[in-house]
T-cell receptor
Framework: SQQGEEDPQALSIQEGENATMNCSYKTSINNLQWYRQNSGRGLVHLILIRSNEREKHSGRLRVTLDTSKKSSSLLITASRAADTASYFCATDGGGGADGLTFGKGTHLIIQP | NAGVTQTPKFQVLKTGQSMTLQCAQDMNHEYMSWYRQDPGMGLRLIHYSVGAGITDQGEVPNGYNVSRSTTEDFPLRLLSAAPSQTSVYFC?????????????FGPGTRLTVL
């Protein structure tokens, strides 16, 4: 069953603009992760945020986590054409040894 | 380091055939897992392993077998291929449980079952 659900399913913006994607999940978590997948490639880890953290930054990426609302957002600032990809949130459902549960992803297109 | 490698990249099978998808990692990771990715469905966990000799089922294990005889290798076997197994398969590894650690993904195997 799907734990995380991304919103929107697709997003198209102009280069240089900021892109925001959201993820909602159902059960309590230890951590939440965001991954990027370029077309035809494997997933690449972007950032991990722990359940006791509210915000985390990595370069042009900013992730927030609101455990009371069971939601997270990924902000990409000053977008570039190379940011065109699908973005997935992944949660652990409160477990540990089990694999992650991925959402269906947000497909981001950066228009030059 | 090569990271996580998968072979083959593409495969076409007929219904009822069996095959093994290979996965290897050179990062000495204890945890390895197999996912399948279908259009509009995201990734779903098939099987995972927390170390050599230890495997367990994920969300969609039916029709697949795994074994882990070494730390490096984690092959996925399709016992009798069915059209419903047409998908892209990804192998991943991590240095510890995935919920606490970055997972490294292979490039994927695109499988078509006719």
């Amino acid at each position: 069953s799907q734990q995380g659900e991304e919103d929107p399913q697709a997003l198209s913006i102009q280069e240089g603009e900021n892109a925001t994607m959201n993820c909602s999940y159902k059960t309590s978590i230890n951590n939440l992760q965001w991954y990027r997948q370029n077309s035809g490639r494997g997933l690449v880890h972007l950032i991990l945020i722990r359940s006791n953290e509210r915000e985390k930054h990595s370069g042009r990426l900013r992730v927030t986590l609101d455990t009371s609302k069971k939601s997270s957002s990924l902000l990409i600032t000053a977008s570039r054409a190379a940011d065109t990809a699908s973005y997935f949130c992944a949660t652990d459902g409160g477990g540990g040894a089990d694999g992650l549960t991925f959402g269906k992803g947000t497909h981001l297109i950066i228009q030059p | 380091n090569a990271g996580v490698t998968q072979t083959p990249k593409f495969q076409v099978l007929k219904t009822g055939q069996s095959m093994t998808l290979q996965c290897a990692q050179d990062m000495n990771h204890e945890y390895m897992s197999w996912y399948r990715q279908d259009p509009g469905m995201g990734l779903r966990l098939i099987h995972y392993s927390v170390g050599a000799g230890i495997t367990d089922q994920g969300e969609v294990p039916n029709g697949y077998n795994v074994s882990r005889s070494t730390t490096e290798d984690f092959p996925l076997r399709l016992l009798s291929a069915a059209p419903s197994q047409t998908s892209v398969y990804f192998c991943a590894s991590s240095d510890g449980w995935p919920s606490y650690n970055e997972q490294f993904f292979g490039p994927g195997t695109r499988l078509t079952v006719l």
